[in-house]
């Protein structure tokens, strides 16, 4: 059960007078200084869940399916962090055979549970791995029998036979086998997920933010969190707290005066205007720059590098980078050196320092519970590092451990249960729009985005449940559930109907729909800025002619 | 001379279908000049709005719009020598902005603005934006804003970009006087989407007019004004008006849609009848693919359309081939040059300072100052920082030190460089 009491707080002549509606301890309140009319919501939960990324979500179906209570908040949206910048690869542990056997294990079992379990999240692709003329033949050598070892299959393929699979590689290939890689669409992963968890009674918050823990001995008694949108501030009592926030688990973790090492590697990938394999493509060597080229639906991504950051707020894909991986994967693939992308984008990997040595990539990409238990903490939990493909597994250790606080003592479920699949979030998935607009063949449904083909009705399907999630409306959180902003234009002008729109169904008031498509075009330029050259500077060019030149959104709010 | 002969053999070409080009022709043409322009586009003038920017804004930052946009330049003279605007000097500026003004008055197309001051509109943004000279068309707007009038705002279904309610909303407080209504497009198209230019065709029959006043009539009530995409025909946008004004009882007012430009489009149509009027030729369609040059003079351009290509023999030549959108720059990963005559390049030194981390940074991106260096005469500068040819120019967007976007002085750049241009071809001829 979730509590919910109201609080209101009136300051009047500096006076303060507070009224309650008889819940809770007002003294609580006490040094809780708050505008005229600002709600103080109070909330009750078995477990508060910090970050609506893969792992949070993935946690709060994990323990929703055990009868656990949840709430999930995010400071901003769901996979708003690496959980929404990945390469999309499920990964068959081939990857990791060399430098890192325990996650080559775990991506092996969990990715065969995950094409069982949520195969409309996912594209059974397959991928190869491929060497080419220079690369170091030892590592190509013991390749075939690390796998062997760790139990992962793989295939040798003739140099010839690859090409015929997949024509845009390089002739130079000196050794190939084919592995068990996917493709996992990464947003509908993480909405499904979630979708299952809200069905079985949590609840999530976004645009939350945690203030704050008030700790009583070896005790987290109270959570503060502020809506960052309506300033609201909001106290929850949770018996357990997980920290599931990624690259900011540090962060949060010293909110509560612990402390949690973490490396942040930032890694950046590109996004290619149409796909070029069919499979995933792996550079044969060990993980470097550039040696991953997989497919994302109706593009391709490019990736990846490995720079490390002091913060992980501050990742952003540099030129130098774009640079990089694109000299390193035209290796691969020569058509990658001339071909048009429409974006790059950069996610943070939050690794465990451990046994820190300075290149990012020799750390584990395995994942880390900590119980805190030793820092005198016995209700909070940690949950950082690890990937996309082992995210079920990360939720299944955390919820154990916090089932096992809780006294709860009933089983996993999503070793077992198929995730459903429901059709809100089917628009998340390239080109299925325009698929289901050709086959519908309804004249009269205008399209708002015309590169991905997303129609109005799909918007309004999207706009109508997040009204009914009590989610907040902008431009953002519908290119986040759709195929929005994400192709050519980038925004330019599905961002402008997209605003029309909900301005002409009365959802946006006053300036709310410019700020909206302000901050659209913004986190849309985030991605565009690396990769501006040929026709994607010309694109950009009369975006800025349009937004800027002729209707002035530079200039802020009205003159 | 055969019209074959006069395409082969001109006294000035003009490369670029722009504004700028367009400009620099009617302005040569009309000074009795043979002129040839060739364009590969149908010229992003159909991008533009419509209306006339002089100068808004300067400096970027810390932000100063002027009122009188004359008082900006002079400051703006002042401040940037390097801006073309100063390599044009306020006189000039002046003398093209009024000979301009003419010319479209003489194809039948009437600008509208204050004495020396900027006027503001309303833009289907639902933003406000500030202007020198806007079509006739659009000026009961202009008032009405300045007056507060009660005003009618009329969309329709399948416009997708132009949203009457996101004006009602956003410009509402400033403008209480603003209602809308959505209506059907009276005359039927293929698909849900509705596209200005048949919008705009389809309104030059009075029939179409007389179901579209009978469709806005009931929900007129107190409106003084109303206001509409700016699809009000596209040929005789006046006409178009005044006849709809007439069935409804209430003036009428364009207001500037997303391209493709109706208003554009008619600024464009404008420009090339007074230049072909003069003797101007136009080849449409057609690129320029290389320049002749004997030692220091350029002596003709290569130009092809599809499978066909001529050759024609120039006096001088006008560069004005706009940026990356025209063609006239291309940048690849290591850096950006001048696609024609593989011209130096002002520009940043390298990519990464090519944009700022913010679209919106009110200081505009570096980038946008790239372009070709020129000396007092509009002449592009080489390698060796000296002429590149006696008798090449170059006007319009493709110079460097500007930021017409953020400065809002589009329209007046590229006919005063335009203008400019021209002017030293004639004396230096």
Redesign the interface.
């Known amino acids: 059960m979730i509590y919910q009491k109201v609080f209101y707080r009136l300051r009047l002549d500096g006076r303060s007078c507070a009224r309650s509606s008889g819940y809770g301890n007002l003294t609580l309140f006490s040094d809780v200084r708050c505008d005229r009319g600002i709600m103080l919501v109070k909330m009750e939960t078995q477990v508060l869940i910090i970050g609506a990324g893969i792992t949070g979500v993935g946690l709060a179906r994990d323990l929703a399916l055990r009868g656990v209570d949840c709430i999930v908040v995010d400071r901003r949206d769901i996979s708003a962090g690496a959980s929404g910048a990945n390469n999309g690869l499920l990964h068959s542990g081939a990857r990791y055979v060399s430098n890192d056997p325990v996650s080559a294990r775990e991506c092996r079992d969990e990715s065969r549970l995950l094409k069982t379990l949520a195969p409309n999240c996912i594209e059974d692709t397959g991928g190869l791995f491929v060497a080419v003329e220079g690369d170091d033949e030892a590592y190509v050598a013991d390749f075939p029998m690390l796998c062997e070892q760790i139990g992962i299959p793989v295939q040798m393929l003739q140099p010839r036979e690859v090409l015929d699979l997949e024509p845009v590689l390089t002739d130079k290939i000196i050794a190939a086998y084919r592995v068990e890689d996917a493709a996992v669409n990464p947003f509908r992963l993480s909405l499904e997920t979630l979708t299952e968890a809200e069905a079985h009674g949590t609840k999530l918050l976004t645009h939350t933010e945690v203030t704050g823990f008030q700790r009583n001995g070896a005790r987290i008694e109270i959570v503060h969190l502020r809506q960052n949108r309506s300033g609201r501030e909001i106290r929850v009592t949770a018996e357990q707290v997980v920290n599931a926030t990624g690259p900011w688990a540090g962060r949060v973790a010293a909110l509560a005066g612990l402390s949690v090492p973490l490396v942040y590697s930032q890694g950046s990938l590109l996004v290619t205007q149409t796909r070029v394999t069919a499979s995933v493509i792996n550079r044969l060597r060990r993980p470097g720059d550039g040696d991953i080229i997989s497919p994302g639906g109706t593009v391709s991504l490019v990736g990846t590098t490995s720079v490390e950051l002091n913060s992980p707020d501050r990742s952003?894909p540099?030129?130098?980078e774009?640079?990089r991986l694109?000299t390193e994967a035209s290796v691969m693939a020569p058509v990658l050196a001339d071909i048009r992308y429409v974006r790059a984008f950069a996610g943070v990997r939050p690794l465990i320092a451990g046994n820190k040595v300075n290149d990012g990539r020799s750390l584990s990409r395995g994942f880390t519970v900590i119980d805190h238990q030793e820092e005198g903490l016995n209700n909070f939990v940690t949950v950082t590092g690890g990937k996309l493909t082992t995210f079920r597994l990360m939720a299944e250790k955390a919820a154990d451990l916090v089932c096992g606080r809780l006294g709860v003592n009933a089983p996993c479920r999503t070793r077992t249960r198929p995730l459903p699949s429901s059709e809100i979030h089917q628009w998340t998935e390239p080109g299925l729009a325009p698929r289901i607009w050709l086959r519908q063949n309804d004249?009269?449904?205008?399209?708002?985005c015309e590169c991905e083909m997303v129609p109005a009705s799909v918007v309004d399907q999207i706009i109508n449940h997040l009204s009914v999630q009590g989610e907040t409306l902008d431009l953002n959180s519908i290119g986040l559930r759709s195929r929005v902003g994400k192709g050519c234009c980038q925004g330019a002008?599905c961002g402008?109907?997209l605003?029309?729109?909900i301005?002409?169904r009365?959802d946006?008031?006053?300036?709310?729909?410019?700020v909206a498509?302000?901050q659209f075009?913004?986190r849309?330029?985030h991605g565009?800025?690396p990769i501006?050259?040929?026709p994607q500077?010309?694109q950009?060019?009369?975006q800025?002619?349009?937004?800027?030149?002729?209707?002035?959104?530079?200039?802020g709010p009205?003159? | 001379m055969t019209d074959a002969a006069a395409e082969k053999k001109a006294d000035l070409v003009v490369i670029g279908a722009g504004l700028a080009g367009s400009a620099a022709t009617a302005f040569a043409a009309t000074r009795g000049i043979k002129t040839v322009q060739v364009g590969l586009t149908l010229g992003h003038t159909l991008f533009a709005s419509g209306v006339l920017d002089l100068l808004g804004i300067h400096p970027l930052s810390p932000r100063n719009r002027w009122e009188d946009p004359w008082a900006g330049i002079a400051a703006l003279i002042n401040d940037q020598p390097e801006h073309p605007y100063a390599k044009a000097g306020l006189e000039n500026i002046r003398k093209a902005w009024q000979s301009f003004l003419e010319i479209l008055q003489r194809a039948g197309l009437r600008y509208c603005g204050w004495p020396g001051r900027n006027a503001t509109l309303a833009t289907c943004a639902g933003t406000l934006k500030t202007t020198y000279r806007v079509p006739q068309t659009m000026w009961p707007g202009v008032l009405g804003l300045n007056e507060k009038r009660a005003v009618l705002i009329i969309d329709f279904e399948g416009m997708k970009e132009f949203s009457g309610a996101r004006i009602v909303e956003t410009i509402g407080a400033r403008w209480p006087g603003l209602r809308t209504q959505r209506l059907k497009f009276p005359c039927a198209f293929i698909g849900a989407d509705r596209q200005n230019f048949f919008m705009a065709e389809a309104l030059e029959s009075s029939q179409v007019r007389s179901e579209l006043a009978e469709a806005i009539a009931p929900f007129l009530q107190s409106a003084e004004l109303i206001g509409m995409p700016a699809i009000l025909g596209l040929q005789q946008p006046e006409e178009v008006t005044a006849d709809l004004e007439q069935k409804l009882g209430a003036s009428i007012f364009e207001i500037p849609t997303m391209p493709p430009s109706v208003p554009g489009l008619r600024l464009k149509e404008a420009i090339e009848k007074e230049a072909m009027r003069a003797g101007a030729v136009i080849l449409h369609g057609m690129r320029a693919t290389a320049v002749k040059s004997k030692g220091r003079r350029c002596v003709g351009v290569s130009i092809e359309a599809g499978q066909s290509r001529m050759e024609v023999e120039a006096g001088a030549l006008i560069l004005a081939t706009g940026r990356f959108l025209g063609g006239g720059l291309a940048a690849s990963r290591s850096g950006i040059r001048e696609t024609l005559l593989d011209l130096p390049v002002h520009q940043p030194k390298q990519r990464e300072d090519w944009h700022r981390a913010s679209f919106l940074d009110p200081d505009g991106h570096p980038i946008n100052r790239a372009g070709l260096e020129i000396d007092g005469s509009f002449r592009p500068l080489g390698r060796n920082g000296r002429i590149a040819y006696e008798n090449l120019y170059a006007a319009g967007s493709l110079l460097a030190h500007q930021d017409w976007i953020r400065m809002k002085c589009g329209a007046g750049l590229a006919i005063s460089t335009a203008f400019g241009a021209v002017q030293r071809f004639i004396e230096q001829r």
């Open positions: 952003h540099t030129t130098a774009v640079d694109i004249p009269k449904e205008p399209l708002l002008f402008f109907r605003s029309a729109h301005y002409d009365g946006f008031k006053s300036d709310q729909g410019l498509l302000q075009l913004e849309r330029w565009l800025r501006l050259w040929g500077l010309a950009e060019e009369l800025e002619a349009l937004h800027c030149g002729m209707f002035g959104l530079e200039l009205l003159p």
